[in-house]
């Protein structure tokens, strides 16, 4: 049987030094202790850069597909991050909160999703998870935004499946480190549901 593959993706400039690298990591401890033969790969979107959405789906929906997003002018890291994306089962999202919502170069890299999900729903099925730290507001409003979005490509996410932190330090907060921990486990295990009972859901069936 596969192991599970997970793709952390850490979304803060400060690395390391981040609370939500931090609190990403919590997670992913956890989902370790519950799947100890996972494969997890951690990147920080900061170190692939990439150029903005072009659009083409507005032009001509057929050329918004993986192929034309990945050259010309679009060349670029995309390429790469798309065959992470796409070897992954679960996707963990950590992010500050810049201005109240997402960071420019993670709304980049969700735009840039958008050739897979454009082209036959390559993102259908996989479960992602999302953790937030801000200094004030933005929190909630940059987990409805991502869990929206990442609901629209096809993409899962379990009860509880969100932490975030905002003011204080993962110290500070237990219950930021609680969601933190049972968001990595309920991962692995909506992960196991889906795996043996596979799609039941449907998408663009028509309405009588």
């Known amino acids: 049987m596969t192991a599970l593959s997970v793709l952390a993706l850490f979304a803060s400039p400060r690395r390391e030094q981040a609370r939500s690298t931090a609190l990403g990591r919590i997670a992913l401890r956890a ?5 100890p ?4 790969e951690e990147v920080f979107l900061i170190d692939h850069p990439i150029r903005p959405c072009m659009g083409y789906y507005s032009e001509d929906p057929a050329s918004c597909n993986p192929r034309q997003c990945t050259t010309g002018v679009l060349d670029d890291a995309m390429k790469g991050l798309h065959q992470k994306v796409l070897f992954a089962d679960i996707l963990l999202f950590a992010t500050p909160v810049f201005w109240y919502g997402l960071p420019g170069h993670l ?4 735009d840039r999703l958008t050739s897979l999900e454009n082209t036959g729903k390559l993102l259908d099925g996989k479960l992602a998870g999302v953790v937030v ?6 929190a909630i409003p940059v987990i409805q935004h991502l869990f929206l979005v990442l609901n629209d490509m096809g993409i899962w996410v379990p ?3 969100f932490s975030y932190v905002v003011e204080r330090s993962i110290e500070e907060d237990l219950w930021a480190r609680r969601y933190a921990e049972q968001l990595g486990r309920n991962l692995v295990r909506a992960w196991r549901i889906l795996r043996d009972t596979g799609p039941w859901w449907r998408y663009g069936e028509a309405v009588e």
């Open 31 to 35: 989902l370790r202790e519950e799947a």
């Open 37 to 40: 033969g996972a494969r997890v």
């Open 107 to 110: 709304k980049t890299f969700l």
């Open 133 to 138: 730290s801000a200094r004030e507001g933005g």
């Open 159 to 161: 009860p509880y499946g």
